[in-house]
């Protein structure tokens, strides 16, 4: 397989597998006597509709034309597209699609094979996530949101998300799985067990840290390039009922990361389970939705006045036999901070909610079609030493001074040996 270029994203959801070359003149035409079997004749489809509907995805910056769409009803069926591939003279483009929220047009095949993902779940006879008293057998298709929901029936969950739930499992564990528990569990790739995947050759192994663990750490967080994936283990823990959800604001970006280092920096009993920054630029109008109503203006002030306020988003996980015990444990993390006096705002919302957060907020996207307009993303790890330097250099050199319309940033602090 040859090495796409990529631009890592937080949310970036897809599988691909690599151009190997080229089909000639956008045609799926056997360049030597294999036959095309019956089985993978009825399940590739190139009517005009469903070719439009994989020819860009989230970041619509991209967009290219496939030669077919092939609907799989097993992980046996994607083993013999790629063995036929492989079988021609001349191999065409593969690429696997979940959700498709990459940004720069991973989830496309040029006069390609898009393998449409989505669907896969539907053949399992219920088996597409599994959860066990430890950890989940996870079908690569399914949505994390779907995998929430069945791991609270049983009242244990994942320990490690994305902000955004409606991204495919194999997606997010091909690139990190990046969010604001990070800095206690690792990446969500740091939480898997095991793997059933796909190779490029057409093989399908069960690797894990101690069987195939050559192909196990190449596919996790492997940008698709050596493999699909078709079942992950996932590990988890108990579940949480309630959160205290905290946002503290600041105008002084040194004290922000200060206080971001500091959080992070605390044993398990002490910290918070969450933490994340944001970033508020006068460029109105901008999400307040968070905050009261009654607070809004002010908090419009304090940005129109700075031109940049930075927010710490931190959470800690209860359950409501222990309320007062959390309100203590907030009142001592938050002691220390040094945000702006009075601009602290709390939430108290259940586990789930907070989890699901962002959905809202695409629906509400979605209904004034904005989902559908251009979505440059990109992801920077940057230490601890150039973080005062990318501030004054990018966001406020750059962004601010130059007028750049960007509408979400997000600050993650992590450890490295995480």
């Known amino acids: 397989m040859t090495q796409n270029n990529f631009i890592l994203s937080k949310a970036l959801a897809i599988l691909c597998l690599a151009s190997i070359v080229v089909i000639t003149q956008g045609q799926i035409t056997p360049s030597s006597p294999s036959p095309l079997s019956k089985n993978l004749a009825t399940k590739l489809h190139n009517d005009p509709e469903t070719l439009s509907q994989v020819s860009t995805d989230y970041g619509h910056i991209v967009h290219v034309n496939a030669s077919a769409v092939f609907e799989p009803t097993s992980v046996y069926d994607i083993i013999e597209l790629i063995k036929y591939s492989n079988s021609l003279a001349k191999p065409f483009t593969i690429a696997a699609r979940g959700q498709a929220h990459s940004?720069?047009?991973?989830?496309?095949?040029?006069?390609?094979?898009?393998?449409?993902?989505?669907?896969?779940?539907?053949?399992?006879?219920?088996s597409g996530i599994i959860v066990s008293d430890k950890y989940a057998d996870v079908g690569g298709e399914q949505i994390w949101i779907d995998v929430l929901h069945e791991t609270l029936k049983r009242g244990l969950t994942p320990l490690s998300w994305t902000d955004y739930l409606y991204l495919s499992v194999g997606g997010t564990l091909s690139n990190a799985g990046i969010g604001g528990q990070t800095f206690i569990f690792g990446p969500q790739i740091s939480n898997v067990l095991e793997l059933d995947v796909i190779t490029g050759k057409g093989d399908l192994i069960t690797c894990s840290a101690g069987n195939n663990s050559e192909a196990f750490y190449a596919v996790l967080g492997g940008l698709g390039q050596y493999g699909v994936i078709t079942r992950a283990r996932i590990a988890l823990g108990p579940a949480p009922s309630r959160v205290k959800w905290l946002r503290l604001l600041y105008t002084d970006f040194s004290a922000f990361s200060r206080d971001q280092e500091h959080l992070i920096s605390l044993n398990d009993t002490e910290a918070a389970d969450y933490v994340e920054g944001l970033i508020l630029i006068n460029k109105p109008p901008f999400d307040l939705s968070f905050f009261p109503a009654s607070d809004q203006q002010r908090i419009t002030t304090?940005?129109?006045?700075?031109?940049?306020?930075?927010?710490?988003?931190?959470?800690?996980?209860?359950?409501p036999n222990s309320e007062a015990k959390v309100k203590e444990e907030v009142a001592i993390l938050v002691k220390p901070l040094n945000f702006v006096p009075t601009f602290l705002f709390e939430k108290d919302v259940s586990y789930e909610e907070f989890l699901d957060r962002v959905h809202s907020d695409e629906l509400v996207l979605r209904s004034k079609g904005l989902w559908e307009v251009p979505h440059p993303w990109i992801n920077f790890f940057i230490p601890k030493s150039q973080i005062l330097d990318f501030n004054e250099g990018v966001i406020k050199g750059i962004i601010l001074k130059q007028n750049i319309i960007a509408e979400v940033f997000l600050l993650y602090p992590m450890k490295r040996n995480k």
């Open 302 to 319: 304090l940005v129109s006045k700075y031109g940049i306020v930075y927010t710490i988003e931190l959470v800690k996980y209860y359950n």
């Open 103 to 126: 940004v720069d047009g991973q989830a496309m095949a040029q006069n390609g094979v898009v393998v449409n993902m989505t669907h896969l779940g539907d053949f399992r006879n219920g």
